[in-house]
Each structure stands twice: as C-alpha cells, then as structure tokens.
C-alpha cells in the first residue's frame, strides 16, 4: 500500500515536473515570438525610413541638379545679356547728357545695374558650388543682402553664435535650400516685418533660427486645410530635417509672429584632450 502511495507521488512529481517544463516551454516559445514579431516590425520601419529617405535624397540630387542648371543659365546668357543692356545704356546715358531725357535714362541704367547685381547674386545662390566653395554661413549672408536689396520696410539681420564648423558639403547644401524656403516663406507671408536667421553652432548640434515679426497663423488651421489649399513647405521641411538626422519645429499665433527651428546634429564631434599638459 506505501509502495503504491509513493509510486502515485513519483508519478504525481514526475507529472508535474513535465506540466511545468510543458510551460516553461510555451512562455519562452512566446516571448521567442514576441521578439521575433518585435524585431519584423523595427525591421520593416528601418526599409520604410531607408526608403523615404533615398526617395527624399533622390529628389534633393534632382533638385540641386536643376537649380545648377537655372543658376549656370542666369550667369551665362542672362547675365551676360544685361551687361549688354547696361553697356548700351551707358552710351545712351552719355548721348542724351544735353537732352530732356538724361535723367530717365539715368534711372534706368540705375535700375537695370540693380537688376544685373540681383541676378548674379540669385546664381551665386542656386549654385552648389557656392556653398561648396565659401561655406553655409557666407552663403547665407549672401542671402540676407539679397534680400535686404529689396525696397522693404524692416530689414533682415543675420547673427552667428559660437564658433562655426563644416557639416559636409551635402549636410550644408540641404540646410541652405532648408533655409532659403523658410526665408521665402516670412517674406511671403511678413514682407514688410523684421526677419531674423540666427546660426547657433552649439558643440553638438547646429541649430537655425527664422523668425519674423509678422502676422504668424494657427498651425490648427492650416492642418485642417483642404488638399487643394494645403502647401508642402512645412511637409519638407520636417522631411529634411529628418534626413539629417534633427529636427524641424514651429512656433506660431496669430499676431504673434513665426519662428521656425533646425535642430542638426554634428556627426564629426571633435576630439577633446584631455591628457594633462607638461611645462
């Protein structure tokens, strides 16, 4: 009778032993599962991230290509027919020196030399080779005088904190076209405002600043637009911010003024020594 009783018992520990092992078994298969469920995911967000961005990258290559081409246009044929123009003028300008006419003509050369100067200014801008050449910030400059050439109420001011560093040729072109669009955007919706780019170089990170004082607008309303009235600027802009790696924020309110963010990481960080010195 013990005999049976203890048998029951092994078989009874024996069975249970296999019942919890049968468990153990199935947790872990799970959590195998879940991993391996978890991992398709960040797998699958990974090809869809690396995708949007080549197609973002392709159409940055297809745009630089095309703004090559419109700025070596300007600076060839363009470019070179008002100096045409400005040279006929000027004999113009000095055969009508005994005439009623002096003066409009003086004016009109004035205006075209002003034209001549906005249109190599503008192919300097569109160039690649420009910022490749002189760098973000001198390219940026470049921008404010351009638009501060412009008969407008406020004028636009640059500021440059901290000590400016290189970001790569592809990173600076990106960010000049970032920046061009968030400049077109205050001048379109706060011509007449003050309009203020500001480069922080922060050890870490380059972070921008566009800011005008203009009207502003509620970011409620504009996500709410319809698809025929909905522009793509904001859209990009996040994009490409996201393709570098940083990030693109807005502040805005009704007659508050806008101030539009570029957060960009430095990816070459340089090296601190920190290895006492010797006298």
């Known amino acids: 009778m013990q005999q049976s009783k203890a048998?029951?018992?092994?078989v009874l520990l024996f069975g249970t032993f296999i019942f919890l092992l049968l468990?153990?078994?199935?947790?872990?298969?799970?959590?195998?599962?879940?991993?391996?469920?978890?991992?398709n995911l960040t797998e699958k967000a990974d090809i869809h991230t690396a995708y949007e961005q080549a197609i973002l990258q392709a159409q940055l290559e297809t745009q630089n290509q095309m703004l090559q081409h419109v700025a070596e246009?300007?600076?060839d044929h363009v470019g070179q027919m008002l100096a045409v123009v400005v040279l006929y003028l000027n004999v113009l300008h000095e055969e009508t020196s005994e005439t009623p006419y002096r003066e409009r003509v003086a004016k009109l050369l004035t205006h075209t030399t002003m034209l001549v100067n906005d249109v190599?200014?503008?192919?300097?801008?569109?160039?690649?080779?420009?910022?490749?050449?002189?760098?973000l910030v001198a390219c940026l400059t470049l921008e404010i005088e351009r638009i501060n050439r412009a008969d407008r109420a406020e004028q636009a001011t640059l500021q440059v904190l901290g000590e400016p560093y290189q970001l790569g040729?592809?990173?600076?072109?990106?960010?000049?076209?970032?920046?061009?669009?968030?400049?077109?955007?205050?001048l379109k919706y706060?011509?007449?405002?003050?309009?203020?780019?500001?480069?922080?170089?922060?050890?870490?990170?380059?972070?921008l600043t566009v800011a005008d004082e203009g009207p502003g607008f509620s970011m409620s309303e504009v996500d709410a637009r319809p698809l025929t009235g909905s522009g793509q600027g904001l859209h990009n802009l996040r994009r490409r911010a996201t393709l570098l790696g940083g990030t693109c924020t807005w502040q805005t309110a009704p007659q508050q003024g806008t101030r539009v963010t570029l957060w960009i990481p430095r990816k070459d960080k340089p090296v601190i020594d920190k290895s006492p010195t010797t006298n």
């Open 7 to 10: 048998q029951l018992i092994i």
């Open 23 to 39: 468990c153990a078994f199935i947790i872990i298969l799970l959590l195998f599962f879940k991993q391996r469920q978890r991992q």
């Open 73 to 75: 246009e300007l600076h």
């Open 120 to 135: 190599r200014g503008l192919s300097k801008s569109l160039s690649t080779d420009t910022i490749a050449r002189f760098g």
């Open 169 to 186: 040729e592809q990173t600076e072109i990106v960010l000049l076209r970032m920046v061009q669009e968030a400049l077109n955007n205050a």
């Open 190 to 207: 706060a011509y007449d405002a003050a309009i203020t780019l500001t480069l922080d170089y922060q050890p870490d990170a380059l972070m």
